[in-house]
């Protein structure tokens, strides 16, 4: 778990780089559009089907007893239209029996996701899911369902070197969150300035090849083969893509 100091330290690396040599970006009018003139589009137009309010709602100065009950209320207005479009006393009935049937639906599913435990993930799949997590993120046909991803260049480098800088700081549970929060202080610090947090990416990458990078000389194995897991997710992807 890294110090306040030597966050404080790295912040400031990260502030200094995205401030330093910043272009000034021009400014840009935002004019107000003013709204057509076209008396085919007035909201003053009148509607035959609109029922006034007065004869849906009943006012503050009379109240009823359905006032406190929504339920009430969503009958007593079905009621209300149905009288309004002068619909027959068996149409009026069906409209009310629909209106109640409604809100006992309602009532019922609310006591159904009342009454639901908290949702908790068990260890196994807390395991399962971080397998399966670590084998998609090196999954070489994860375009596939992605859509375009940046692989191998400078976009995807910077990207993981990002990362792996706030694994090293974080190392735990917690990494995602703590991930999200430092994503959020570089767009915030960079003042959401694409060529700010473009320099915060690329100090993050010449730290990270500072620390992990090696000869350029070298070369893949071409005997190299996945393991049983990752040939198995690499599978699945495969035959779930659109392409398959």
């Not at 990260?14 to 007035?42: F, I, Q």
């Not at 991930?179 to 959020?184: N, V």
Request: negative net charge; aromatic residues 8%.
């Amino acid at each position: 778990m890294p110090t306040a100091e030597e966050l404080a330290a790295y912040e400031a690396k990260l502030a200094a780089a995205m401030l330093a040599n910043s272009p000034e970006r021009p400014s840009v009018s935002h004019k107000r559009k003013h709204p057509g003139t076209n008396p085919e589009n007035s909201e003053d137009k009148e509607d035959d089907d609109e029922l006034p309010a007065s004869s849906i709602f009943p006012s503050s100065d009379a109240p009823t007893s359905e006032s406190s009950d929504p339920n009430g209320n969503m009958v007593a207005f079905a009621k209300r239209y149905a009288a309004h479009k002068c619909l027959k006393p068996s149409q009026v009935s069906e409209v009310e029996a629909f209106a109640t049937n409604c809100s006992g639906v309602n009532s019922k599913l609310d006591g159904i996701v009342s009454a639901q435990p908290t949702f908790k993930v068990s260890p196994a799949l807390e395991k399962n899911l971080r397998q399966l997590a670590h084998g998609v993120t090196i999954l070489s046909k994860l375009s596939s369902y992605k859509g375009e991803l940046a692989k191998k260049h400078l976009l995807l480098c910077a990207c993981f070197a990002l990362m792996r800088q706030q694994y090293k700081l974080f190392p735990g549970d917690d990494f995602w969150d703590k991930l999200d929060q430092r994503l959020a202080w570089i767009r915030k610090t960079a003042g959401y300035d694409e060529n700010k947090i473009s320099k915060a990416f690329k100090l993050a990458l010449a730290n990270d090849r500072a620390d992990h990078s090696i000869a350029f000389d070298y070369t893949l194995p071409e005997d190299a083969v996945n393991d049983a897991w990752q040939a198995l997710v690499d599978t699945s992807i495969d035959a779930d893509g659109p392409d398959a």
